[in-house]
């Protein structure tokens, strides 16, 4: 077992959550239950399921916590669009966080390609 506090990806995509919270605290009270509550949870899914695969028996069985991690970056990725496309925040709020949002992705892409190799 891994204790995934000592990996970059995690650290990097649980600074990814809090930052995400803090550009949705301004949202619209009306996107609480909508894409605040959305992003959020896609924000947070990076990081938990990068904490549940270090506890996984096997690389094959964390490479797949890091597909699914994988998976709610590419949705955190659409409603970073989204939210600026409504102006839910500005292009500088936006670029920051997508640019870390790719580079915790290729982090994430990396990992699960050296796990594969490691069969």
Same mark, same amino acid.
């Given at each position: 077992m891994k204790d995934f506090r000592e990996l970059k990806v995690w650290l990097r995509s649980h600074q990814l959550v809090l930052k995400v919270?803090?550009?949705?605290a301004k949202f619209p &009270?009306?996107?609480?239950?909508?894409l605040t509550s959305q992003m959020r949870r896609a924000a947070a899914? +990076?990081?938990?399921?990068i904490a549940e695969?270090?506890?996984?028996n096997t690389d094959a069985d964390f490479a797949r916590f890091l &597909? +699914?991690?994988m998976g709610s970056g590419s949705e955190l990725e659409y409603q970073l669009i989204l939210a600026h496309?409504?102006?839910? +925040?500005? $292009? +500088? &709020?936006?670029? $920051?966080?997508?640019?870390e949002l790719i580079e915790i992705k290729r982090m994430l892409n990396s990992f699960i390609q050296k796990l594969r190799v490691t069969k």
């Open positions: 919270y803090e550009a949705t &009270q009306q996107e609480l239950y909508g899914s +990076i990081p938990t399921n695969g270090c506890g996984r &597909q +699914i991690a496309d409504l102006g839910f +925040i500005d $292009k +500088i &709020q936006h670029d $920051k966080l997508m640019t």
